[in-house]
């Protein structure tokens, strides 16, 4: 039940640009992204709903394709401030909770 | 207003003694989740609160794990006769409406438990 990210890490040179996708395995109404940098707590990103795209922070988009259950995000011109381990969050259990992806490592360097 | 705020950061205790984890939600939140994150692993699903009571206690891992939330706001995770495997950080997590679909979670930075 547990979403499947790929890569399950990357490491990128300051401008590359990167993609990080998640798959589950049962029918998807909503995904959520978040970023969470070493030692600190997780932070929202983006949610993306039934047939939508949303643009939001930074440099980073997402696409959310609910018939391949599939939800990629899009990490343009990447920053060093965009290091961190990367998870998307799927509703489960109704609706009511958020099962995390197994996360994505991600190392922007010089 | 402020963020989550969870207490201790830190707590170091030995195994089979008893420890209580607490977590201030955003004032309003009316949804409150606990997770655990074993080092350099993803976010384990422990329970969710919708007010004071809790639905879904589903991922809690045995009956030596409790939670409790009153007055809609402060929630407390007790861990009853710790084990060394009980060590991880414990992350809390607020959102306004009840439904996690389409409410960002805002999470505390969490309690990180060392069990000796």
């Known amino acids: 039940q547990q979403p499947v990210q790929s890569p399950q890490a990357v490491i990128l040179r300051e401008g590359e640009d990167a993609v990080i996708n998640c798959s589950s395995s049962k029918a998807l109404y909503s995904v959520h992204w978040y970023r969470q940098k070493h030692g600190e707590a997780p932070v929202f990103l983006m949610i993306l709903l039934k047939g939508g795209e949303q643009k939001g922070h930074e440099k980073i988009s997402a696409s959310f394709n609910e018939k391949k259950q599939q939800s990629s995000l899009y990490l343009t011109a990447s920053q060093l401030s965009y290091s961190g381990t990367y998870f998307c969050g799927t509703p489960t259990g109704g609706g009511n909770k958020l099962t995390f992806g197994t996360g994505t490592q991600l190392k922007v360097e010089l | 207003g402020a963020g989550v705020s969870q207490s201790p950061s830190n707590k170091v205790t030995e195994k089979g003694k008893d420890v209580e984890l607490r977590c201030d939600p955003i004032?309003?939140?009316?949804?409150l989740y606990w997770y655990r994150q074993s080092l350099g692993q993803g976010l384990e699903f422990l329970i969710y609160f919708q007010g004071n009571s809790a639905p879904d206690k589903s991922g809690l891992p045995s009956d030596r794990f409790s939670a409790e939330r009153t007055g809609g706001s402060v929630s407390t995770l007790t861990i009853q006769r710790t084990q060394q495997e009980d060590s991880a950080v414990y992350l809390c997590a607020s959102s306004r409406p009840y439904r996690a679909e389409n409410s960002p979670l805002h999470f505390g930075n969490g309690t990180r438990l060392t069990v000796t």
């Open positions: 004032s309003g939140h009316t949804a």
